[in-house]
């Protein structure tokens, strides 16, 4: 029989070479981002223990947090359950007497608890005879009582909270706490005063005994109403300051001749633009036709026709002699693009000796150095491609132009890369950028983290467009929903079937659809049923999604690559497998992939287990509610907003973007009023008093404003 063979241990990293001579602590608090006295003092305590007084037992309520202090009467050691040791510790206050049990213990903690030696324990005060607290905090009783609460910070393993603790308070005492608010502005909406940034921190730090708690622990405290307005103004601030400095900037003014591109795709193509794409489109115009860059976002409900607008935008930009880029984040997104916009402008573009590039990391060498070419000689007047499009070696002849669609699922240095690749940049020429989501944004949202970007939104569908209904099913109900198909079918009608990606294993994710697929395939016999999934090659996706482009395959099995731009007129059926592992924009933008023909769509939603085992999360309940209950983007974002908080909402990949730690955006709107009245004052009247609060607060990380 085999040896089973021990696993190696890893080796700890071993720290970067300035970081050697420093102590465990020192690396931890790096890692945490403490490395100024400002920004110590910003790390503030998740919650308060009260050590401030010593309860006697005869006053103690039963499962309460109290502390005790006494005298040490008996200590001994027990083993229980036949293994575990325990530690017990009797200790009597004079009147009374309770029990200490440690499961985990030291010899030090022993020797702390020697019989006749004076302890104070904090803990929860359990019934029995005697009482009991489970592994309390217990130290000497050798000193007076503590005249503040005791913060608890957030910390880690490596940093003990003993160590933070003095490292925040000797921070404390040496930042720089003098106000960078103006006087006349020290004042919120309500017409409240606000208190000093000094006054508050150290209340926060070190609030006395009896400080609400209930108010610090639900941040209404007015110090934390003070530390909550510094925070959204050094926001608004920092995108304000960016808007002025781009303003700044030149840009080529893009404007379309008579009788050009735009005139001629808006003649050629097969319908109208609605009211709203007209409104956008004219916005969009009128910034091409400035000298500054555009920063602007286009946003628009699932299906609402933002892709006309862009290719109207290219258009603008293609009359005026220059070159235009479109980046999206998946290829099967950007040959989407690729398809539609081609169709609508290789052949205008034809007649003046021009083209559309394609670019794409999956491209065969040829095709990508044929399409470098073009790029490079300009006779590609437009490019449409994945990440690719900013790589090195991709150089434009005359960028002017830059449109990124679904914005968040870039990160902050790659929509940076797009803005520096026009070969104009030497000269302080930028390119106009145009950010497309199909998340629609609530208004809190856009008024804090969109600050510093013009925002087009098309409110309206085209018209023809029909509400997709939505149906919840109990995964008890899926076979019953896979034998339902084959009706949908028998009326040429296509499916989607979209199985959750799992993150953590890409095998499990794998499995996943491949078992999906042969379970609709068995119950389904003599029906094409297609597979796609994050492990196939970019030629062999492409592959499958022609096929059901083409109807050949009437259901397709998939994970959540098909959420954004895929567009088959004949899918009216979206089925969405364990639906509550998906966030509220997810199932909204798969919603958002049926009812583009002329039948009418539904969306089925299977939720939980199989077996019917486990329960729903609040939060799951109420993204269900809210999909069953509404097909308006705009109220599916405002919910969503309100359940997962600003930084989840826009997604990991903004790290680069200041989010707000402290303040909420649906609890502080009228504080985030008061930041947005406040900020320009300032930039106007008080300029130097604003660099100091954007550097206290933002610091370097505001030159990620520029994307």
């Known amino acids: 029989m085999p040896v089973p063979r021990t696993p190696r241990k890893k080796k700890a990293a071993a720290p970067a070479a300035g970081e050697a001579k420093l102590s465990a602590p020192q690396r931890a608090m790096r890692r945490l981002g403490l490395v ?35 005298t040490v009467t008996r200590q001994e050691v027990k083993t229980l359950g036949g293994w575990r040791r325990n530690l017990l510790v009797t200790l009597a206050d004079g009147e009374r007497a309770c029990q200490l049990r440690f499961f985990n213990f030291y010899p030090s903690q022993q020797k702390q608890m020697a019989v006749g030696a004076r302890i104070r324990a ?37 940093l003990p909270q003993a160590y933070l603790r003095r490292a925040v308070l000797g921070a404390l005492a040496r930042a720089d706490l003098s106000d960078t608010i103006p006087a006349e502005l020290l004042v919120n909406m309500e017409g409240e005063p606000l208190w000093s940034l000094h006054d508050a921190l150290h209340f926060l730090h070190q609030p006395p005994p009896g ?35 781009r303003a700044l900037l030149r840009a080529p003014q893009l404007v379309a001749g008579e009788g050009g591109l735009v005139q001629q795709l808006l003649a050629a193509l097969p319908f109208t633009l609605t009211a709203a794409q007209q409104r956008v489109t004219d916005e969009i115009a009128a910034d091409l036709a400035r000298a500054r860059p555009m920063n602007r976002l286009l946003q628009g409900d699932v299906g609402s026709g933002k892709t006309v607008v862009a290719a109207l935008a290219a258009c603008t930009a293609i009359d005026a002699g220059w070159q235009c880029a479109l980046m999206a984040p998946t290829e099967i997104l950007a040959s ?69 669609d679904e914005q968040h699922r ?18 302080n020429i930028e390119p106009h950028l145009l950010m497309m989501s199909a998340t629609p944004i609530p208004r809190t949202l856009a008024m804090s983290h969109f600050a510093d970007l013009d925002v087009s939104t098309i409110d309206a569908l085209p018209p023809g467009r029909k509400s997709v209904a939505t149906r919840l099913f109990d995964q008890q109900r899926r076979g019953e929903v896979i034998a339902r198909l084959a009706s949908h079918i028998a009326q040429g009608r ?66 959540t690559v098909i959420e954004v731009g895929v567009d088959v007129p004949a899918a009216s059926v979206m089925v969405i497998e364990h639906a509550e592992r998906f966030g509220l924009s997810q199932l909204h933008q798969l919603r958002g992939r049926v009812g583009r023909g002329a039948e009418a769509a539904v969306c089925i939603l299977l939720y939980g287990a199989p077996d019917g085992a486990g329960r729903l999360t609040d939060t799951a309940r109420e993204r269900l509610k809210t999909m ?80």
């Open 494 to 559: 296509q499916v989607y079937w979209v199985c959750p990606l799992i993150e953590e294993s890409e095998a499990l994710d794998l499995r996943n659809a491949t078992e999906t697929h042969a379970t609709i395939s068995a119950a389904l016999p003599g029906c094409g049923v297609g597979l796609l999934h994050s492990r196939m090659g970019a030629a062999d996706k492409r592959a499958v999604m022609q096929r059901f482009v083409r109807g050949e395959t009437p259901v397709l099995v998939s994970t």
């Open 410 to 427: 870039f990160g902050v240095a790659q929509r940076l890369a797009l803005r520096q690749k026009s070969s104009e940049s030497s000269e």
């Open 628 to 707: 069953r209950e509404s097909n308006d983007g705009f109220e599916i974002a405002r919910r969503d907003l309100a359940l997962r908080g600003p930084g989840e909402f826009l997604g990991a990949r903004q790290s680069g973007a200041a989010l707000l730690r402290f303040a909420d955006l649906n609890a502080d709107a009228p504080l985030l009023r008061w930041a947005h009245h406040a900020a320009p004052l300032m930039l106007e009247q008080w300029p130097d008093m604003a660099a100091r609060h954007i550097d206290r607060w933002i610091g370097a990380k505001a030159e990620y404003l520029k994307a």
């Open 36 to 70: 100024r006295d400002i920004d110590l003092t910003l790390h503030l305590p998740l919650r308060y223990e009260d050590e401030t007084r010593v309860t006697p037992l005869a006053e103690a309520r039963m499962g309460e947090e109290v502390q005790i202090e006494g």
């Open 211 to 245: 400080a609400p708690l209930l108010a610090l622990q639900e941040r209404t405290h007015p110090a934390w109403r003070r530390l909550k307005a510094e925070e959204l103004l050094a926001q608004q601030l920092s995108q304000a300051r960016a808007r002025r400095e």
């Open 336 to 404: 989407q693009h690729f398809a539609r916009i081609s169709e609508w402008l290789a052949p205008l573009l034809a007649a003046r000796g021009q083209g559309v590039a394609w670019l794409t990391g999956s491209q065969k060498r040829s095709e990508r150095t044929a399409a470098l070419d073009a790029i490079a000689s300009g006779q590609a007047a437009l490019v449409i491609g994945t990440h690719a499009v900013i790589e090195q070696q991709v150089q434009f002849a005359r960028l002017a132009l830059a449109i990124i």
């Open 122 to 158: 904090r803990g929860v005060l359990h019934a029995g005879l005697p009482p009991t607290m489970a592994h309390p905090v217990g130290r000497a009783a050798d000193g007076a009582l503590p005249t503040a609460l005791t913060p608890v910070y957030p910390s880690t393993a490596q």
